[in-house]
Structures are given as C-alpha cells and as structure tokens.
C-alpha cells in the first residue's frame, strides 16, 4: 500500500527558483494537507484541501500555491524561492474530520540557498 | 493565545517509568484530539486519538480529555528507550467560515533513559 507519497525526497533551491513539491494519495480521502516543519518545531500549516478544487489557506501560506484538480493529487508550488523557505514540507491525508487519522509522506527536505 | 500549546520540553524519564505529556487548546468547538509520535528525521506517526470526555486506554499509552479545561494529556507506562521521540499534540479546530483544519502543537521531545 502505497499511502501518501512525496516527490521528491531532497531538494536544493537557488534564491528566486521555483519548484513543485508533489503529493498523492491512493486512499481516497477527502482531506489533504501541507506542512512546515523547522528544525524543532512542530507543524505549520501551509494550505489545506477539503476535495477536489477546493483548497484554503493555513497559518503561513505567503510565499506558496496549491491546486487541488484531482482527489490524489495536491501539489505545493513554491514561486521565487527564498532561505526563509528552507524546511522540511510534510504532505498529509485523511478520510474526514473527526475521529480520523492523519497519513503523512516521508517528507521532502528543502534548502534553499 | 496560541491554538494548540505544548510544553516544549525536553522530558526525560527513566526507564520503567510513566511520561506525561500533556497539551492545551484554545477552541471549545474542537471535536477531536490526536497524539502523534515523531522519530528524528521521520514522518508523524499516529499513536491515538479521543473525542469524548475521559480516559482512552491502548496497550502502554492513555490519552486523557478534558473539555471543559480544554486539556488532553498523553500517559505512557513502562516507558522504554524506544519512546524516545517528539510527541506531537494536535487538534481539530474551526477556522473562519466553518472550515476544520488540523494543528498541531511544537511538540515535546522526550526521552527514556536506561
């Protein structure tokens, strides 16, 4: 069972790139989220997604964009990297709101220098 | 107030010992509560979750709510070395125009001595 997979694992960025983060999920949940995590920290939402094309934005949302066309697919674009953006970005999924456990990728590793 | 507050830590027990961890929350519309464990450079992963009032028992682990004090804790007996990890509070929250999202707490680090 594949879950949630993220491509890719590691990534460098120069300042100003742009990139993709991809996420997809083979169980049909409805939810789907991405997080920052920092170095020891916890989790910061990024955007969230209730269903195909339907997607919101979380706690620290600037700097990125989502698009959410399919119920497996949820790609975090991220637009003129910058240092401030070098984190570890976790994909997550789960079926419904309550009650419900949270599937989280491997996560992708993002220096941007 | 921040959404979901945890004692950063670290905590450190020995082994054979009880670890409380312990997280507060700030919606009273939250409906479902989540205790995640993070190994180093690994992805959460779910150890339990309670909704109701009380206490919620499996295997070493006890999660405890309290609605009214918007308060849950996490209780692991007999901890092993193995425990050693963050544990990751998280909750179900209302956000502006009836959307729930999930957020979670900094974490506490915890760690098991031999």
């Known amino acids: 069972n594949a879950g949630v997979t993220q491509t890719p694992k590691f990534r460098i960025l120069k300042i100003g790139q742009s990139m993709t983060l991809q996420c997809t999920q083979d169980?049909?949940?409805?939810?789907m989220y991405w997080y920052r995590q920092d170095p020891g920290m916890g989790l910061k939402l990024i955007y969230y997604s209730v269903g195909a094309g339907i997607t919101d934005k979380g706690e620290v949302p600037n700097g990125y964009n989502v698009s959410r066309s399919t119920t497996e697919d949820f790609p975090l674009r991220l637009e003129l990297a910058a240092p401030s953006q070098t984190s570890v970005y976790f994909c997550a999924s789960s079926y419904s709101k309550v009650a419900s456990e949270a599937f989280f990728g491997q996560g992708t590793r993002l220096t941007v220098v | 107030q921040k959404e979901v507050e945890q004692n950063s830590g670290p905590l450190s027990v020995p082994e054979g010992a009880i670890a409380s961890l312990n997280c507060t929350y700030s919606d009273r519309g939250s409906q479902s509560f989540f205790w995640y464990r993070q190994y180093s450079g690994k992805s959460p992963e779910l150890i339990m979750f309670?909704?109701?009032?009380g206490d919620k028992e499996d295997g070493r682990f006890t999660a405890q709510l309290n609605k009214a004090s918007q308060y849950v804790s996490l209780l692991i007996r007999d901890s092993q070395p193995s425990d050693s990890a963050t544990y990751l509070c998280?909750?179900?929250?209302?956000?502006?125009?009836?959307?729930?999202?999930?957020?979670f707490g900094k974490g506490t680090k915890l760690t098991v001595n031999p």
């Open positions: 169980m049909n949940h409805n939810y």
């Open positions: 998280a909750v179900f929250t209302v956000i502006q125009g009836g959307s729930e999202k999930l957020v």
């Open positions: 309670i909704y109701s009032n």
